[in-house]
């Protein structure tokens, strides 16, 4: 295919997998639940950091987080005890995120609300940045704090070459607008022109498969190589090609 025969068949699955179908099997229905910004924020951050393996699997571990939180994120963060933080800590929730993470996830959401009205503030895009790198590390740095915590590795580090999957498709959630239903859109302060695709081996497999990427690792190096070519089929909204990848990904349309 010709660049805009791509770009034509990418537009077009893009149309077909961004929609509220996508909803029922994503964890993005996790933060979905929610109209408060906050306790949107919230459960999505969580729901996007326990996001790698099974689907289902990792909805089923953010609801058992909602639960232990009343289906109150916003309220639990802001108001919890020791005692609530203790009784967490012993608890299994998705793999290698175990209660304890979770614990102190809960107390660092609990001292930045305290000093921003939402997460959006910690994210934000300084002059002459065209992607979220820099940013990222500003948000680990105020959200992780200074002092080592196995909890740490949960965030990943685009300056460690991580392709921070997890993060990206949060922000996704957060910044796109375009009334599909699926993104929510709610942060006005960050354009969505500076979103990367998630890349994971889904988005990874089909883009090399594509031709879209050379590099065989999933890494930062490579989410810049794939801004290179999604940026030319849509610069005001790039990030919208990863329901065209993830969905040829997973419904395994071009094996």
């Known amino acids: 295919m010709n660049f805009s025969e791509l770009k034509d068949f990418l537009d077009e699955k893009a149309d077909v997998y961004n929609n509220l179908e996508f909803i029922q099997d994503d964890p993005v229905q996790i933060p979905h639940r929610f109209s408060l910004k906050q306790d949107i924020e919230i459960a999505g951050f969580l729901a996007a950091t326990i ?5 289902k699997s990792i909805i089923k571990s953010a609801e058992k987080m909602l639960d232990i939180m009343g289906n109150s994120p916003y309220d639990f963060v802001m108001n919890f005890s020791e005692k ?15 209660g304890e993470d979770f614990a102190y996830f809960i107390k660092q959401f609990n001292k930045i609300y305290k000093e921003n009205e939402s997460l959006e503030n910690l994210f934000l895009i300084n002059e002459n940045e065209n992607n979220f790198q820099h940013s990222i590390e500003r948000f680990r740095q105020t959200f992780l704090g200074i002092e080592k915590h196995r909890t740490h590795k949960h965030v990943s580090s685009p300056y460690k070459n991580s392709s921070s999957k997890r993060i990206i498709m949060f922000l996704r959630w957060m910044i796109r607008k375009d009334n599909r239903g699926v993104d929510f859109g709610i942060w006005n302060n960050i ?7 998630p890349l994971d081996v889904h988005t990874g497999n089909i883009s090399r498969k594509l031709g879209l990427i050379l590099r065989t690792q999933n890494d930062w190096k490579t989410v810049e190589e794939l801004d290179l070519i999604i940026r030319k089929f849509d610069e005001n909204d790039p990030a919208k090609y990863d329901f065209a990848l993830f969905g040829l990904g997973v419904t395994k349309e071009l094996l």
């Not at 996001?51 to 689907?55: D, L, M, Y």
């Open 84 to 98: 609530d933080l203790n009784s967490i800590k012993d608890k299994s929730i998705h793999r290698t995120f175990n």
């Open 191 to 197: 354009d969505q022109k500076f979103l990367s695709i």
């Open 51 to 55: 996001s790698w393996g099974n689907r």
